[in-house]
């Protein structure tokens, strides 16, 4: 087991800290030590909606937060200063959260932020990444800290046993002419192990905001009109994204991801909720049998 | 640019007669006159020939509610033109209810929603220090704006970082339902803030209060002007 995506992440972030004096990190206790000190590591203490304010402060200095906690205390619970601290304010920063949807789930729902991504793409302006491998990590936190913008990263303990090139739309990793498949993150290893004897297309994705409309479109015209959209996070997340983009393509949509219709108050394992909510190979080999196996006419 | 004709305290009340409609804050923007027309006339280092002066003071209007003595300050300091004034809250007005930033020159925060100002001067107030600069940071709240629990993590916060960049103006109508027992000073004082307690309509004693030296930690000045 190589090091983990936060690992990387905080490596990345001091290595840029040495070079760049606008970066600066953020923290609320949690990854402390992973950071370590440093002048332009400020860690608030248990204050998320400071630490959130704070960095709209440091952007409006000049400089480049990095704020960084576990998905529920980074996003949810501080989503209005989100909104106005840097969105309002017209100002940039980088989000980064670790945890995903369920990495930890002895912890419970409120250690729990399937809803993440969403949140963040009720707001406008954000790009928003999600790395599959840790690998991937690095390329995606440097161009982050190099540009100005409003960025989200949201880091999981969930990989694929291999990384891919990071590049700002999708990329095919299989060909099929059955239909596509769009795998987020960490969802590309169950993704190619269920549809391992489906004649479909597979597109990866470590970029989901902004949403690669011209990629999808291009791998539907190439296969068919049917597409099965699978997501570490709230199922339907970027479902539409897909009808956006295919608006004028008579299209099915399937979508995927951490179900929304009830809370799922259990313990247990991560592959005990990946079961749960259908994102194990066999939840997702049975959408693709249905999906696939029956077009529609 | 027309800058006010007048432009000293005399002028205020004709600027902000220019601007109506907004019968549930026009005592809560009566309220701040005092305390920002001082901060502008006599105390921050900011002029609009420098809005984007890395090394400017910079003042934020946390408590955005009643933004009309703000607007008449600026427009009689010269940031805006005092015929904006006229139109304000119209479509196609920069000037609204609540300020933003992106469309009024000298505007450093957008603000409206409670218990946002503080935390993000605390974090301006970092920043500033990080990079060497001796800028000051103004955040002006009102006492029931204190409520929220986002400005209590900064105040705390602030203490903990010696941020002596960092001015809280606590303008204190009493407006807080449930009020502040000791007054609002000892809930910075307990947090090592300088504190002081002031008449927020006496601007010779606001001056003074906003002048004291408090090297090594934040200092917050309580602006009473009572109840309506």
């Known amino acids: ?297 | 640019m027309a800058v006010a004709s007048g432009a000293g305290f005399a002028g205020i009340p004709a600027l902000f007669e220019r601007m109506s409609g907004d019968e549930k804050h026009e005592w809560a923007a009566a309220s701040t006159l005092h305390v920002l027309w001082v901060l502008y006339d006599r105390v921050l280092n900011v002029s609009p020939d420098r809005l984007d002066d890395p090394d400017r003071d910079r003042f934020l209007l946390s408590k955005g509610h009643g933004p009309m003595a703000y607007y008449a300050v600026l427009a009689a300091k010269g940031f805006i033109d005092p015929s904006t004034l006229d139109n304000w809250t119209h479509w196609d007005s920069p000037l609204g209810q609540h300020p933003d930033r992106v469309l009024v020159p000298g505007v450093e925060i957008s603000s409206g929603s409670l218990g946002h100002g503080l935390p993000i001067g605390v974090g301006l107030a970092m920043g500033l220090r990080i990079q060497g600069r001796s800028a000051r940071v103004v955040v002006l709240v009102g006492d029931a704006e204190l409520d929220e629990g986002s400005n209590h993590e900064a105040i705390a916060l602030a203490g903990r970082l010696s941020l002596d960049n960092l001015t809280v103006v606590v303008v204190d109508n009493e407006s807080g339902t449930h009020g502040w027992p000791g007054g609002v000073d000892r809930r910075f004082a307990v947090e090592g803030w300088q504190a002081s307690t002031v008449d927020g309509r006496d601007q010779d004693a606001l001056h003074g209060a906003f002048t004291e030296a408090h090297p090594g930690r934040p200092m917050v000045v309580v602006a009473r002007v009572g109840k309506r």
């Not at chain 1, 840029?16 to 990854?31: C, G, T, W």
């Not at chain 1, 949810?76 to 945890?99: A, C, N, T, W």
């Open chain 1, 1 to 297: 087991m190589g090091e983990s995506m936060r690992q990387v992440f905080a490596d990345t972030v001091r290595e840029a800290m040495a070079e760049d004096p606008r970066v600066v990190v953020v923290l609320a206790e949690i990854s402390r030590d992973v950071f370590g000190e440093h002048p332009r590591v400020i860690n608030v203490g248990i204050r998320e909606q400071a630490m959130v304010g704070v960095g709209g402060g440091l952007a409006l200095s000049g400089l480049r937060p990095v704020v960084h906690s576990y998905a529920p205390f980074l996003v949810e619970r501080p989503f209005e200063q989100i909104k106005l601290d840097f969105g309002h304010q017209d100002v940039g920063g980088v989000l980064v959260s670790i945890g995903g949807s369920y990495d930890d789930p002895v912890w419970g729902r409120t250690h729990q932020a399937p809803g993440d991504v969403a949140l963040i793409d009720t707001l406008p302006g954000w790009r928003v990444h999600v790395p599959g491998h840790p690998a991937e990590v690095g390329p995606v936190v440097r161009a982050a800290l190099a540009g100005d913008d409003r960025v989200y990263i949201r880091l999981s303990l969930r990989e694929n046993a291999a990384p891919h090139p990071v590049v700002e739309g999708f990329t095919e990793v299989r060909r099929g002419g059955r239909g596509v498949v769009v795998a987020v993150g960490p969802m590309l290893d169950p993704v190619l192990a269920a549809t391992r004897d489906a004649d479909v297309t597979v597109l990866y994705a470590t970029t989901v905001r902004p949403f690669d409309a011209a990629g999808l479109q291009a791998a539907v015209a190439a296969s068919r009109p049917d597409v099965l959209l699978v997501e570490p996070y709230l199922e339907g997340t970027s479902a539409h994204a897909v009808a956006e983009a295919l608006c004028a393509v008579p299209h099915r949509l399937r979508a995927m991801g951490v179900r929304r219709a009830a809370e799922l108050r259990a313990y247990g394992t991560v592959e005990d909720h990946d079961s749960a909510h259908d994102l194990d190979v066999l939840g997702i080999a049975a959408a693709v049998r249905r999906l696939f196996d029956h077009p529609a006419t």
